[in-house]
């Protein structure tokens, strides 16, 4: 019977698309879920979308929409970008599912009858984008201590949960549990921070009477339940939890797979996960999960400069969000799991930016891993006809590369069982570049050239080949797609992760599969124009933010010099542009009563195929004037001075109409 392990992603909010920095997580939960499916564990991998809160209500009002209709469209969203991502989950659950709320509310009134919750009022500092409560000594400057941005005051009717009931339970257990928390630098964290601190650990506000979008309390319908209480159970109710029922009368799914062996989590929600959440499985008298990993962050770094450039959290308000969808269309899917499981340290933020993704992609993909396949697939196909030949003694380039490679097995799955995957992923490259340097030691070339080398080719070329297929079945966490594409390309069906156990395990005299490029080479100069239309898409976006300067005042007109002003409607029935005059349109309108001529000067902004049919407002009592020899009799409307925008009207529109 294989071993189980159970992992999960925190579930999404459904709030907005996610970022690259959100999208990093279920691609390292996914990594890990399929590296561990390869030691033959019977794996169970949670991801899903956290869909309630005040947040999400406010937004779809914004929106227009229900808020069930919002969070259907950016729930699908969600899980579109994880499927692109490649994500090999095995569930995906929305805290709207039926069975999660209902769940949800017996968990709710189940802790109310056992005295762990009671009635009071809520009265402190509240984070709308977090939705989170703050004491006094935790709100920073009027801020938010997770996200910076501003918090409000609030009073209102709430239940909350006796958190100090089981505090001295929860230090006991992350005491005798040294990698219940992990990093280890985030335990310290936890445990100063919340849990030894004056007054102690202060009672959790559970309800809200304040908005609606929430799961309802059963017994007090004015209530909704807190959405960190909501979102904290899909880990137990994704596996199909029953509040009614003891843990020896759970499901048989259930009791396989909890308690959860990791909930990979990002480092900000770490007092939800190592704090509230054990207390709430504590309450319920079921087992706490063995493991929280909290990960760093991928923090935007500025473009051109790499590890030199200043870096800023990725905001839609700077104008520096990056996207992995919009990554994969640049660098493919693999290329972006790549980068983000190497480029994030264990414990410290990463850094992203276009140059830095070009940098791992073109270096560790595009050279060392894709040409070291695409030379020694040519060679192969060049000196032994595409077959893979028979290793024939050894000598001592080939212990050396050997070595490198046992070395590289060893620490990979070292770090890896310890969550150091990017070093991880460094081990195998370490292991592929000296592959490299073993070509140029023992130049194949050469070899061909003397008949009684063969049998030495042979054995070079497999041995770059068994190196090959080991990188792939360590790699096929990281890169899947690539790694199968791989096993084709080197003819081999030995991809589980006991065959790297010792080298020799590619089955010589079998054919190799068709050669093509695995990461082709991208130029600089492909980044550069990404980078150039970013920068100007965010500088848009700033000036559109920006608020509106105050207008020089115009002196005031009475109501009869505004009635003096004859502004009629009109459709342009032709439009051509001024010889030798860049900014002038000539364009010739019908008011309905008579036809005109009236020259404009938005052709920087318009072409004239593009405006005819479109009715507009034209000063028709404008004395005529004459523009670069053409007459024109009137003026069309239009607003703004760097950029013009011509008022259209709508086209069921008469003509002729006065505008008043």
Same mark, same amino acid.
């Given at each position: 019977?294989?071993?189980?392990?159970?992992?999960?992603?925190?579930?999404?909010?459904?709030?907005?698309?996610?970022?690259?920095?959100?999208?990093?997580?279920?691609?390292?939960?996914?990594?890990?879920?399929?590296?561990?499916?390869?030691?033959?564990?019977?794996?169970?991998?949670?991801?899903?979308?956290?869909?309630?809160?005040?947040?999400?209500?406010?937004?779809?009002?914004?929106?227009?929409?229900?808020?069930?209709?919002?969070?259907?469209?950016?729930?699908?969203?969600?899980?579109?970008?994880?499927?692109?991502?490649?994500?090999?989950?095995?569930?995906?659950?929305?805290?709207?599912?039926?069975?999660?709320?209902?769940?949800?509310?017996?968990?709710?009134?189940?802790?109310?009858?056992?005295?762990?919750?009671?009635?009071?009022?809520?009265?402190?500092?509240?984070?709308?984008?977090?939705?989170?409560?703050?004491?006094?000594?935790?709100?920073?400057?009027?801020?938010?201590?997770?996200?910076?941005?501003?918090?409000?005051?609030?009073?209102?009717?709430?239940?909350?949960?006796?958190?100090?009931?089981?505090?001295?339970?929860?230090?006991?257990?992350?005491?005798?549990?040294?990698?219940?928390?992990?990093?280890?630098?985030?335990?310290?964290?936890?445990?100063?921070?919340?849990?030894?601190?004056?007054?102690?650990?202060?009672?959790?506000?559970?309800?809200?009477?304040?908005?609606?979008?929430?799961?309802?309390?059963?017994?007090?319908?004015?209530?909704?339940?807190?959405?960190?209480?909501?979102?904290?159970?899909?880990?137990?109710?994704?596996?199909?939890?029953?509040?009614?029922?003891?843990?020896?009368?759970?499901?048989?799914?259930?009791?396989?797979?909890?308690?959860?062996?990791?909930?990979?989590?990002? +480092?900000?929600?770490?007092?939800?996960?190592?704090?509230?959440?054990?207390?709430?499985?504590?309450?319920?008298?079921?087992?706490?999960?063995? +493991?929280?990993?909290?990960?760093?962050?991928?923090?935007?770094?500025?473009?051109?400069?790499?590890?030199?450039?200043?870096?800023?959290?990725?905001?839609?308000?700077?104008?520096?969000?990056?996207?992995?969808?919009?990554?994969?269309?640049?660098?493919?899917?693999?290329?972006?799991?790549?980068?983000?499981?190497?480029?994030?340290?264990?414990?410290?933020?990463?850094?992203?930016?276009?140059?830095?993704?070009?940098?791992?992609?073109?270096?560790?993909?595009?050279?060392?891993?894709?040409?070291?396949?695409?030379?020694?697939?040519?060679?192969?196909?060049?000196?032994?006809?595409?077959?893979?030949?028979?290793?024939?003694?050894?000598?001592?380039?080939?212990?050396?590369?050997?070595?490198?490679?046992?070395?590289?097995?060893?620490?990979?799955?070292?770090?890896?069982?310890?969550?150091?995957?990017?070093?991880?992923?460094?081990?195998?490259?370490?292991?592929?570049?000296?592959?490299?340097?073993?070509?140029?030691?023992?130049?194949?070339?050469?070899?061909?050239?003397?008949?009684?080398?063969?049998?030495?080719?042979?054995?070079?070329?497999?041995?770059?080949?068994?190196?090959?297929?080991?990188?792939?079945?360590?790699?096929?966490?990281?890169?899947?797609?690539?790694?199968?594409?791989?096993?084709?390309?080197?003819?081999?069906?030995?991809?589980?992760?006991?065959?790297?156990?010792?080298?020799?395990?590619?089955?010589?005299?079998?054919?190799?599969?068709?050669?093509?490029?695995?990461?082709?080479?991208?130029?600089?100069?492909?980044?550069?124009?990404?980078?150039?239309?970013?920068?100007?898409?965010?500088?848009?976006?700033?000036?559109?933010?920006?608020?509106?300067?105050?207008?020089?005042?115009?002196?005031?007109?009475?109501?009869?010099?505004?009635?003096?002003?004859?502004?009629?409607?009109?459709?342009?029935?032709?439009?051509?542009?001024?010889?030798?005059? +860049?900014?002038?349109?000539?364009?010739?309108?019908?008011?309905?009563?008579? +036809?005109?001529?009236?020259?404009?000067?938005?052709?920087?902004?318009?072409?004239?195929?593009?405006?005819?049919?479109?009715?507009?407002?034209?000063?028709?009592?404008?004395?005529?004037?004459?523009?670069?020899?053409?007459?024109?009799?009137?003026?069309?409307?239009?607003?703004?001075?760097?950029?013009?925008?011509?008022?259209?009207?709508?086209?069921?529109?008469?003509?002729?109409?006065?505008?008043?």
């Amino acid at each position: 019977m294989k071993e189980k392990f159970y992992l999960t992603t925190a579930i999404a909010y459904a709030s907005r698309k996610p970022h690259f920095g959100n999208t990093y997580e279920v691609i390292m939960a996914d990594a890990y879920a399929r590296y561990k499916r390869q030691q033959g564990f019977d794996v169970f991998f949670c991801t899903g979308t956290d869909e309630h809160g005040q947040k999400i209500e406010n937004l779809a009002n914004e929106a227009g929409l229900t808020p069930q209709k919002y969070v259907d469209n950016v729930a699908g969203e969600i899980r579109g970008i994880w499927d692109k991502m490649n994500a090999s989950y095995d569930y995906f659950i929305r805290t709207t599912d039926e069975t999660h709320c209902t769940a949800v509310q017996k968990i709710f009134k189940k802790f109310y009858e056992q005295g762990d919750i009671y009635k009071g009022h809520y009265e402190g500092w509240y984070c709308t984008p977090c939705e989170s409560f703050f004491t006094e000594t935790q709100v920073v400057d009027g801020k938010c201590p997770d996200c910076g941005r501003p918090v409000e005051q609030a009073r209102e009717e709430a239940y909350f949960f006796k958190m100090s009931k089981y505090v001295d339970r929860l230090l006991a257990h992350i005491d005798s549990n040294p990698s219940f928390i992990q990093p280890k630098s985030r335990k310290k964290e936890m445990v100063n921070n919340f849990l030894h601190v004056e007054g102690g650990l202060q009672d959790l506000c559970l309800s809200r009477t304040s908005f609606k979008w929430g799961i309802p309390v059963t017994f007090d319908t004015r209530h909704v339940i807190y959405v960190w209480f909501d979102a904290l159970t899909n880990y137990i109710t994704a596996l199909g939890y029953d509040p009614d029922k003891s843990f020896e009368e759970q499901s048989e799914h259930f009791k396989k797979y909890w308690p959860c062996d990791v909930h990979v989590i990002g +480092k900000d929600i770490l007092r939800f996960h190592t704090i509230y959440w054990p207390i709430f499985l504590m309450a319920l008298g079921l087992p706490l999960p063995k +493991k929280v990993f909290g990960h760093p962050w991928f923090n935007a770094a500025e473009e051109k400069k790499g590890n030199e450039g200043a870096e800023i959290k990725m905001s839609k308000s700077r104008g520096n969000v990056i996207y992995a969808d919009e990554l994969a269309e640049t660098f493919g899917v693999d290329g972006v799991r790549y980068f983000a499981l190497s480029e994030m340290p264990y414990d410290q933020d990463g850094r992203i930016c276009y140059t830095n993704v070009l940098t791992r992609y073109n270096t560790d993909l595009a050279n060392n891993l894709g040409n070291l396949v695409s030379r020694t697939h040519a060679m192969t196909v060049k000196y032994f006809g595409g077959v893979v030949p028979a290793p024939a003694g050894e000598e001592g380039t080939d212990t050396e590369l050997k070595a490198t490679v046992a070395e590289a097995v060893a620490k990979y799955k070292a770090l890896m069982d310890d969550y150091h995957i990017a070093d991880a992923a460094e081990a195998v490259f370490t292991m592929l570049r000296r592959a490299n340097k073993y070509i140029d030691e023992t130049m194949p070339w050469a070899l061909a050239k003397d008949e009684s080398k063969k049998a030495r080719l042979g054995t070079v070329l497999y041995n770059l080949l068994e190196c090959i297929r080991t990188a792939a079945v360590l790699l096929t966490p990281f890169i899947p797609t690539t790694a199968e594409a791989i096993f084709v390309q080197i003819g081999s069906d030995v991809k589980d992760f006991e065959s790297v156990a010792s080298f020799g395990a590619l089955v010589p005299e079998k054919p190799l599969g068709t050669a093509y490029p695995l990461f082709a080479r991208i130029d600089e100069k492909v980044i550069d124009e990404i980078i150039k239309k970013r920068e100007e898409a965010a500088l848009a976006a700033e000036k559109a933010a920006a608020p509106v300067e105050k207008p020089e005042p115009v002196a005031p007109i009475g109501i009869e010099d505004f009635m003096g002003l004859e502004l009629r409607t009109a459709k342009i029935l032709a439009c051509e542009r001024v010889p030798k005059a +860049k900014k002038l349109l000539k364009l010739q309108l019908d008011l309905g009563y008579e +036809k005109r001529q009236v020259v404009s000067g938005i052709a920087k902004f318009y072409e004239p195929e593009a405006l005819i049919g479109k009715k507009v407002i034209v000063v028709a009592n404008l004395r005529p004037a004459t523009l670069c020899g053409i007459e024109s009799q009137g003026m069309i409307l239009a607003s703004g001075e760097e950029q013009v925008r011509v008022v259209f009207l709508d086209p069921e529109t008469p003509l002729g109409e006065r505008v008043r």
